[in-house]
């Protein structure tokens, strides 16, 4: 895949080896998200401002970070991940079934476009009880993981980006617990379940059109703002942005 590490134009396209482009990827991506914990964008929670979030993280290591995929078309993007017709049991390990995504070009513009718009007329889900904010924002964020807007780290940006929506809806969503082990941690074994049934979630969303599994996850991660949590970060209104 092209990349930025270019070695001083000693691989124009970029690193060939994806291992090694996929470590320092890992690590710029981890310093411009914690960078975006410190000073978050303050967008409008539409399309541009996911786009801007993309391209925060990944502007180290791609030149298409922030733009919309342009693959593949005529047809869903297909990825593969666990049986998840039993959930919450699943094997992490199984990559035997295709989940599908929207196709690239107009249906994907469309799709995200359509989603923003569902998003800005539910007024950003503010003013909910918590049980009603988690299972709202449970379906919008799997109905958007589906159109899957870009090559590569849409979960991260995801994350970044209904984090701040939870902020400014009077929530704290504790996005660390469901960041994946590090490359280190990987290697010895180490896994994080919570990151797993977060995905496994998105999944039965895609085969079944049920998000209560995502709704269930995320409640275990979503509390109210607490006094301190917001004299630390005031909340900012979309007016205001």
């Known amino acids: 895949m092209r990349n930025k590490f270019t070695r001083g134009g000693r691989f124009p396209n970029g690193i060939p080896s994806m291992v090694v482009v996929g470590a320092l990827e890992e690590h710029w991506a981890r310093l411009r998200l914690m960078e975006l914990t410190r000073s978050p964008l303050l967008g409008r929670f539409d399309y541009d401002h996911m786009k ?24 869903p993007m297909i990825k593969f991940g666990p049986d998840v017709s039993a959930f919450p049991k699943f094997d992490p390990r199984d990559y035997s079934v295709p989940h599908e995504y929207t196709s690239a070009g107009r249906e994907l513009t469309e799709a995200a476009t359509h989603e923003y718009a569902l998003l800005k007329e539910a007024d950003y889900l503010r003013g909910l009880a918590l049980g009603d904010f988690v299972d709202n924002l449970a379906l919008r964020w799997v109905s958007l993981n589906v159109v899957h807007s870009f090559r590569e780290g849409n979960t991260r ?11 400014h809806a009077g929530y704290h969503l504790d996005a660390r617990a469901f960041l994946p082990p590090s490359r ?58």
Do not use: C, K
């Open 52 to 75: 801007a979030i993309h391209r925060h993280i990944l502007q180290d290591t791609f030149v298409w970070a922030g733009q919309e995929r342009s693959a593949p078309m005529g047809g």
């Open 157 to 167: 940006s995801q994350l970044v980006f209904f984090s701040e929506l939870a902020h």
């Open 184 to 241: 280190e941690d990987r290697l010895a074994g180490v896994t994080n379940p919570v990151r797993e049934r977060f995905v496994a979630a998105r999944y039965y969303f895609q085969d079944y059109h049920d998000h209560t599994p995502m709704a269930d996850t995320l409640a275990d991660v979503i509390t109210p703002l607490t006094e301190d949590q917001r004299r630390a970060r005031p909340i900012v209104p979309i007016e205001q942005r």
